[in-house]
C-alpha cells in the first residue's frame, strides 16, 4: 500500500511514504507535486552482508525489524513482546496534519503518531501514543519521537550550561556515531536544555540548510542525534522514563511530550523566526494584549531584608525611572529570613508587614505600578510549619535519606492533600492581595522523585502543569513567570501556560549576551526576562559600564534588578534612559522578527530585530576587537530596492581608548538604499571590549 502523505505549509513540505510503516522522504523546501516515478527514483539499493531486505528508518525505528540504532520505543511484558513490530493500520490526513495509527498484534501494543506542520509559522510538531491493547501489564522503557534528516546534514549544534550559565552552545561534526543528552534533573534544567540543530557543513546565523529541534517537556528527557553506518541520520526525543515509571494496564495509553522541529535555508536566523513566529502564535498566551510592561524586582536590591517603608520608597524610585511593574522577591513570608527555612508557609511575615502586604501593593498601585511577588510552590524547608505537619507530602523514598538541594525539599504534587494545600493559598494571596503577576521559582532538582514509592517525575511534571492551568483558570489576569534558580525551567510546555522566564540568575552583561542569544534560537525577545543590574556584578563580581548593561537589557522582556534607593543619581539617569529606550523600541523588539548576523570579527555579538518597515540593530564588542578596524556593517533588508534613514541610537561614551577619530556618518542620519545597506554596508566605530551600540533604520 504504498502512497505519499504530503504536508505543506508556507514554505515547506513534508512527504512521507507509507507502506508497512510510515517513513520521510522530504522535509524542507516546498515541493509543488508528487512524480509518479518519485517511488521508484527513492529506492533503496541493498548491501552485502547485511539484512536481505531494505530496513526503512520509519517514524518510529524498531529493533523487531532490523534497526540497529536507538529503536523509538522499548518495553516488555514481564519479559515477553519486547521487540515489537508495528503495522500501519489507519492514516487520516486532514490539510496539514496526518495521524497514522499503526499495530502490533502479537505484542497486543497499539502506536499512533502525530504529526502537523503549522501553515504560518512552518514548524513540525510531533507526538507519539502507545495504548496496552493486552490483558497484562506493558512496562514502558522509553516512547520517542524521532525525525530522519537528510545525509548532507553534517554538523551539530547543541546546548550546555549550568547555573548563572545557561544556552552555551557547541558545534561538532556530525558524520559518523553520534550524540546524546539525558536529562534526569527533573526540571528542564539548565544543564540540557532539550532543543538542537543539525545543519550543512558550516551553517551559521544567516547560511545554510539547518534543522532545528525542541522537545516541550519540563521533566526528564533524553535527546539524540545518531548516524547509522549506513548514512541515514536522525533526531529522536522523548521523556527520560525511569525504571516502572511508565506501566500500562490494559487499555492504558502513555501520550509523549510534543517535538518540535524546524526547517531553514537561510541558517540558524531561519530557525529562530520560525520558532519565535510558532511562539508567538501556538504556544504563550497574554491575558491582556498591551506592553511587557518594565519590572524592578527587589531580589539583588534587597535580599531577604524587608522593610515595608523601604520597599515603598524602592517603588516610588522605581516609578520614577519608569519601571510598571513592581515585584517583591523572595523573603515575604513567616519566618522567611534566610535561604534555610520557612518554603512552604505561604503566608504574610507580620513582623516584617505588621500592617499588611495591602498599604504595600496600594503605594506600587497608586504609583502606576502593578505588583507582583515571588513564591516556590514546589517546595518546602525542613525548617518550615508545613514540613513539621506533614513530612510525608515530601517527594522522596521512604527508608533512604536525601540530600537536600538549597537546604529545601520537593513536595509531592500527586498527593492530593499537598496539591490541594498548594492550590489553596496561591489561590488566596491571589484573592486576598491585588497581584497581577507571580514570579513562580524551583530552585532544586529532584533526586529521590518517588510518589507512593514508585517513580514520579512524569507525574510530578504533569501535576505541577495542572496545577498552574487551575491557577490560571481562577486567576485569568494573572501572568506568571517561570523562574528556576534563573533558567532551568525553559520550554514550549511551561510557556503554554507562563507569559516569562527568567533567563539567568547571571545578571552579568557579558555573560547575557551569550545566554540570551543561545535563548534566542527558540523564544521571542518579550518572553526572556532581561535586567538592568548594578554596576558590580552579584553573581560574577565583574563590573560593566551601564551602556553594555542597558543595551543587553533593552533587548528582552526589560527590567532592573537592584535598589534603586541605593543607586547614584547618575546610574538612576542612566536607568531612565534605557528604559525610555526599550519603551520607545519595544512595539518592534516585541512583534519583529529577529535575527543575527554573522560577525566577521568573533568578538562581536550583533543582533537585532526587524519589521516590514524598521530594524534596531545591536553590535556588542565582547572582548578586544580582532583587527585594528572593523567590518563594515552589512545589513540584509528585506526590501532591496527601498531606502531607509540610518541612525545611530546608542553608543559608549566610554569608547574613546581605541579610536582617534569617529566615522561622520554617527553624528549624522544617513540615506541608504537597501541593496547598499546590504552588498557594501556602513562602518562601525572602533568599539572598545565590553560596550555596545545600537543603529535604527526606518524605511522612507
Ligand atoms: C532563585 C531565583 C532568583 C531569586 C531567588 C530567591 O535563585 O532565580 O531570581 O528569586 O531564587 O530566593
Not at 12 to 36: C, F, M, N, Y
Not at 585 to 603: Q, T, V
Request: net charge negative.
Amino acid at each position: 500500500m504504498n502512497e505519499f502523505i504530503h504536508l505543506q505549509s508556507k514554505n515547506h513540505s513534508l512527504i512521507i511514504k507509507t507502506d508497512r510503516v510510515p517513513e520521510v522522504l522530504h522535509w524542507g523546501t516546498k515541493i509543488a507535486q508528487i512524480d509518479e516515478d518519485l517511488l521508484l527514483s527513492t529506492e533503496r539499493p541493498i548491501s552485502q552482508a547485511r539484512l536481505d531486505v531494505d530496513v526503512p528508518l520509519s517514524l518510529c525505528p524498531e529493533l523487531g525489524s532490523g534497526h540497529f540504532n536507538a529503536p523509538g520505543i522499548e518495553g516488555h511484558r514481564d519479559g515477553l513482546d519486547w521487540a515489537p513490530v508495528f503495522n500501519l493500520v489507519a492514516t487520516n490526513q486532514s490539510r496539514n496534519a496526518v495521524e497514522f495509527t499503526l499495530r502490533d498484534d502479537v505484542a497486543k501494543l497499539e502506536l499512533t503518531i502525530d504529526l502537523e506542520l503549522d501553515f504560518d509559522s512552518d514548524v513540525l510538531k510531533k507526538r507519539t501514543s502507545l495504548k496496552n491493547l493486552g490483558d497484562s501489564r506493558y512496562y514502558l522503557g522509553k516512547l520517542s519521537s524521532t525525525l530522519p534528516l537528510p545525509n548532507h546534514a553534517n554538523e551539530l549544534m547543541t546546548f550546555h550550561g549550568r547555573w548563572c550559565h545557561e544556552f552555551q552552545t557547541q558545534r561538532q561534526r556530525f558524520e559518523h556515531g553520534g550524540f546524546m543528552q539525558e536529562n534526569r534533573r527533573g526540571r528542564t534544567s539548565h544543564e540540557n536544555f532539550p532543543g538542537l540543530f543539525v545543519g550543512s557543513n558550516g551553517f551559521s546565523e544567516q547560511n545554510g540548510q539547518v534543522w532545528g529541534f525542541h522537545l516541550g517537556w519540563s521533566g526528564n528527557h533524553q535527546m539524540r542525534a545518531d548516524v547509522r553506518s549506513d548514512g541515514r541520520r536522525f533526531v529522536q526525543a522523548g521523556e527520560l522514563l525511569l525504571a516502572g515509571e511508565s506501566i500500562l494496564d490494559t487499555d492504558e495509553c502513555y501520550q509523549s511530550p510534543w517535538l518540535y522541529g524546524c526547517y531553514s535555508n537561510s541558517g540558524l536566523n531561519g530557525i529562530s523566526q520560525r520558532f519565535q513566529k510558532f511562539v508567538r502564535q501556538n504556544i504563550v498566551k497574554f491575558p491582556v494584549d498591551k506592553p511587557r510592561p518594565v519590572h524592578l524586582n527587589t531580589w539583588e536590591g534587597i535580599y531577604f531584608d524587608h522593610k515595608p517603608e523601604y520597599i515603598m520608597q524602592m517603588a516610588s524610585e522605581a516609578a520614577e525611572m519608569g519601571v510598571e511593574r513592581f515585584i517583591i522577591d523572595d523573603g515575604w513570608f513567616i519566618g522567611r529570613d534566610g535561604e534555610r527555612a520557612a518554603l512552604g508557609d505561604w503566608y504574610l511575615d507580620e513582623v516584617k508587614y505588621p500592617n499588611g502586604l495591602e498599604p504595600v501593593i496600594a503605594h506600587v498601585n497608586e504609583k502606576g505600578m502593578e505588583f507582583g511577588l515571588w513564591v516556590e510552590p514546589e517546595m518546602v524547608s525542613q525548617d518550615s510549619n508545613l514540613y513539621r505537619n506533614h513530612p510525608e507530602w515530601v517527594l522522596g523514598l521512604q527508608g533512604y535519606h536525601q540530600p537536600s538541594g538549597r537546604w529545601q525539599y520537593v513536595l509531592d504534587l500527586q498527593n492530593e492533600g499537598c496539591f490541594n494545600y498548594l492550590f489553596e493559598r496561591l489561590n488566596d494571596l491571589l484573592t486576598r492581595y491585588n497581584i497581577t503577576y507571580l514570579k513562580w521559582d524551583m530552585n532544586r532538582e529532584l533526586v529521590q522523585p518517588g510518589h507512593q514509592g514508585r517513580p514520579a517525575v512524569h507525574g510530578q511534571t504533569m501535576a505541577l502543569y495542572h496545577l498552574v492551568d487551575e491557577l490560571n483558570k481562577a486567576h485569568p489576569d494573572v501572568e506568571i513567570e517561570s523562574c528556576s534558580s534563573g533558567g532551568g525551567r525553559i520550554d514550549f510546555e511551561i510557556l503554554k501556560r507562563t507569559q516569562r522566564f527568567w533567563a539567568s540568575d547571571c545578571n552579568d552583561a557579558l555573560e547575557r549576551q551569550a545566554i540570551q542569544k543561545g535563548m534566542s534560537y527558540f523564544f521571542p525577545p518579550e518572553v526572556m526576562g532581561a535586567h538592568i543590574g548594578p554596576d558590580e556584578c552579584h553573581s560574577t563580581n565583574r563590573r560593566h559600564h551601564i551602556n553594555m548593561r542597558g543595551v543587553t537589557a533593552l533587548g528582552g522582556h526589560m527590567g532592573v534588578e537592584l535598589d534603586p534607593v541605593k543607586e547614584p543619581q547618575e546610574e538612576i539617569e542612566a536607568f531612565s534612559r534605557y528604559i525610555a529606550l526599550h519603551k520607545k523600541y519595544r512595539h518592534l523588539l516585541h512583534s519583529g522578527r529577529s535575527f543575527r548576523i554573522d560577525p566577521a570579527d568573533k568578538n562581536q555579538n550583533i543582533y537585532g530585530v526587524e519589521s516590514d518597515d524598521e530594524m534596531l540593530i545591536t553590535v556588542c564588542q565582547l572582548a578586544m576587537p580582532d583587527h585594528a578596524l572593523p567590518s563594515p556593517l552589512r545589513i540584509s533588508c528585506t526590501d532591496t530596492d527601498a531606502k531607509y534613514q540610518v541612525k545611530l541610537v546608542e553608543m559608549p561614551q566610554i569608547s574613546f581608548q581605541l579610536m582617534k577619530q569617529r566615522p561622520k556618518w554617527l553624528d549624522k542620519t544617513l540615506t541608504l538604499s537597501g541593496d547598499n545597506l546590504k552588498e557594501i554596508g556602513i562602518t562601525l566605530p572602533i568599539l572598545d571590549p565590553e560596550s555596545a551600540l545600537i543603529v535604527h533604520l526606518q524605511k522612507i
